[in-house]
């Protein structure tokens, strides 16, 4: 009982993550920058390492908001970035943005005292350390971001699957962008805080990417996401207690397992089927072939 206890509130925020970061996964997945939630993380923990450099608790007031002000510039960065014309494309600004914010994370922990532990938990968090207030905070902050989401959800969906048909509509792209990502920065910063840059990379993605091989529908995606993210933060979670690991690796690695067994579950049951009806409706339309079916 008392592990059971201890591993409760770690659980929950897994659970709390997996909720708002599928549904954003979804989003990201379909305007094919893969790589946003990586870099407005890193951009956040940017922040946060300069919080520490000129002397703030890392886990106060002043280093969050720092760290959201850092976040909220890389939202209006890769808002502006969008370009549907553009030659260079949006993927290319968000790999930069990352390559330089971990290069400044770098520079800057190598100034302050503690970098090394500093790093560690940046990229895989704490989530064992995470508290009851933590728990609590990040889901009241999810819950309202949610609610934004969901008042405005046909409009990010819009722009996110349709952008042709977002403009012929006459909506500004770059401000609805802007919104999204501020709102993206605002999950992102307390996440990284709670689970590092790797785990909330993957709470965003594999998810979104496993529901895409069983659903194409958004409703299904995101019931197939929660249900993956909930098993895997559990087995992750017991996995880590039961072999003394860190937790936050073990989710990471535990996601990727899950995906390439969901894939191979997709290839031997799913696209076996597909290939033979294609076979089937491909020799029906040769003449001979269709009289020697019949």
């Not at 997996?18 to 094919?32: D, K, N």
């Not at 909220?72 to 260079?88: K, L, Q, S, Y």
């Not at 100034?111 to 990040?138: P, W």
Request: net charge neutral; aromatic share 12%.
């Amino acid at each position: 009982m008392e592990i059971l206890q201890f591993l409760f509130w770690p659980f929950l925020a897994s659970l709390i993550l997996t909720g708002i970061h599928a549904y954003l996964g979804v989003h990201v997945v379909e305007r094919g920058v893969i790589f946003v939630d990586l870099a407005l993380a890193q951009i956040a923990a940017l922040g946060a390492t300069i919080a520490i450099l000129v002397g703030m608790d890392p886990h106060g007031q002043g280093a969050y908001w720092l760290s959201l002000g850092f976040a909220f510039v890389g939202a209006a960065i890769f808002a502006f970035a969008r370009t549907r014309r553009g030659h260079i494309p949006q993927e290319a600004f968000i790999g930069i943005a990352y390559a330089v914010a971990s290069a400044a994370a770098i520079l800057a922990m190598s100034k302050a005292t503690g970098e090394t532990e500093h790093l560690k938990d940046m990229l895989v968090g704490n989530i064992l350390a995470v508290s009851r207030h933590d728990v609590i905070k990040t889901a009241v902050l999810y819950g309202v971001v949610g609610i934004f989401h969901y008042i405005f959800r046909r409009r990010f969906l819009l722009i996110s699957r349709d952008i042709e048909q977002a403009e012929a509509e006459g909506m500004n792209i770059r401000f609805w962008d802007f919104l999204f990502y501020a709102s993206f920065g605002f999950v992102v910063t307390s996440s990284v805080a709670i689970a590092g840059v790797l785990l909330v990379f993957c709470y965003l993605i594999v998810p979104s990417v496993g529901a895409m091989l069983f659903a194409d529908k958004v409703g299904r995606r995101l019931a197939i996401g929660w249900t993956m993210g909930t098993l895997v933060s559990a087995l992750g979670v017991y996995l880590s207690w039961s072999w003394d690991l860190p937790t936050g690796a073990t989710i990471v690695c535990t996601f990727g397992a899950v995906l390439v067994a969901m894939f191979l579950v997709h290839l031997i049951f799913f696209h076996g089927h597909q290939a033979h009806a294609l076979e089937g409706a491909s020799s029906l339309e040769n003449p001979k072939e269709r009289v020697l079916h019949t």
